[in-house]
C-alpha cells in the first residue's frame, strides 16, 4: 500500500514558476515508476510527465516539454514536478500517480488508468 500527498500547487501569474511535490508513504517507494497528471475542469485527466524507478529516465508531454522538469529524490520517499513558463491553460488539479511495473511498458506509464495509487491532488491556477 502506497499513500500520496501532493503539495506546492497555488495561484501564480503566467510566465511564472512552481514546484510541485508528492511525498509517499511506505518503504517501497523507489519499486514505483512515478508520474504527473492533470485534469482541468470539463476535461479527462492527462499524462504530463513520469520518471523512472532509480530517476534516471523521464518522459514528458508534449504540451510541457522544455518546461516542466521531474524529478525523484528515492531516500525521502519524495517526487518533484518542476514548473517553469507557466501558461493559462496549464490550470489544473495536479495529481502524482504510483505504478508498479512486473514488464516495463511505457504506453502504460502515459496512462492514467493503469496507476496503482493516487494523491488528492493540488490545484494550480495560471493568471493571465
Known amino acids: 500500500q502506497v499513500q500520496l500527498v501532493e503539495s506546492g500547487g497555488g495561484l501564480v501569474q503566467a510566465g511564472g514558476s512552481l514546484r510541485l511535490s508528492c511525498a509517499a508513504s511506505?518503504?517501497?517507494?523507489?519499486?514505483?515508476?512515478m508520474g504527473w497528471f492533470r485534469q482541468a475542469p470539463g476535461k479527462e485527466r492527462e499524462f504530463v510527465a513520469y520518471i523512472k524507478r532509480s530517476g534516471d529516465s523521464t518522459y514528458y508531454a508534449d504540451s510541457v516539454e522544455g518546461r516542466f522538469s521531474i524529478s525523484r529524490d528515492n531516500a525521502k520517499n519524495t517526487v518533484y514536478l518542476q514548473m517553469n513558463s507557466l501558461k493559462p491553460e496549464d490550470t489544473a488539479v495536479y495529481y502524482c500517480?504510483?505504478?508498479?511495473?512486473?514488464?516495463?511498458?511505457?504506453?502504460?506509464?502515459?496512462?492514467?488508468?493503469?496507476?496503482?495509487?493516487w494523491g488528492q491532488g493540488t490545484q494550480v491556477t495560471v493568471s493571465s
Open positions: 500517480g504510483a505504478k508498479y511495473f512486473t514488464r516495463w511498458r511505457s504506453s502504460l506509464a502515459k496512462s492514467s488508468n493503469a496507476y496503482d495509487y
Open positions: 511506505g518503504r517501497t517507494f523507489s519499486s514505483y515508476v
